[in-house]
């Protein structure tokens, strides 16, 4: 049978810039998907969906923002009635709208479904398992705070994936399709710094 979500058009919304362009597209019938934390700008409200896919016990020990603002605020947008749900490794009891992200799909419906590095990667191949037809990504940033080296080309291989099942997509990034270079050097650590990303336009 055909698909419930044959028309899906999904729009994922990062921290970096651009992110409020991708919220706009809301009005174009886009779902709009949310993660991480909420800012004061775009939260839950504003979105049909949100993400935290880090495990709860990893952010209650190792994430202050989730002790200290994160939790209270999904917890009074639930009580408030709030509809959108957090998907999270599983349901957990304290948090009435959390999901479990169905990873397990993941891993049987793609050939390479285990192959994870970050989150919009996980949620580019969400928005295939659920047959989207075009996908936008806003706000990315790969070469910020803790992102690992290989989630640039794990998002990168997805977007492939995305595009070979001839979904459409769009990146508004400043942070993808580059050509990175590994430089060898006797650069001493602390006394010689540069920055380690070096733009050549």
């Known amino acids: 049978g055909l698909s419930a ?19 706009e597209l809301s009005k174009q019938g886009f779902e709009v998907w949310g993660l991480n934390d909420i800012r004061p700008t775009f939260g839950p409200e504003d979105a049909d969906r949100w993400f935290q896919l880090h495990a709860l ?8 923002p989730w002790n200290t603002t994160m939790r209270s605020k999904w917890e009074a947008y639930w009580a408030k009635g709030g509809k959108t749900s957090l998907y999270m490794h599983q349901h957990y009891g304290g948090l009435s709208g959390s999901v479990a992200f169905p990873k397990d799909e993941i891993y049987q419906h793609f050939p390479r479904g285990w192959y994870h590095c970050g989150s919009f990667d996980w949620l580019v191949s969400y928005a295939l398992l659920l047959d989207a037809i075009e996908i936008r990504l806003f706000g990315i940033r790969l070469t910020h705070n803790n992102e690992p080296l290989s989630a640039r080309a794990c998002l990168e291989y997805w977007l492939g994936v995305a595009e070979g099942r001839g979904c459409k997509t769009e990146v508004v990034s400043y942070d993808l399709f580059y050509t990175f270079q590994l ?3 006797h650069r ?3 006394w010689d710094d540069s920055r380690p990303i070096v733009d050549l336009k």
Not at 57 to 64: G, K
């Open 183 to 185: 430089l060898r050097s």
């Open 188 to 190: 001493r650590y602390g």
């Open 5 to 23: 979500y044959q028309s899906l058009k999904v729009a994922i919304i990062g921290h970096g810039d651009y992110w409020d362009q991708g919220v």
């Open 57 to 64: 016990e990893y952010l209650e020990e190792f994430w202050p």
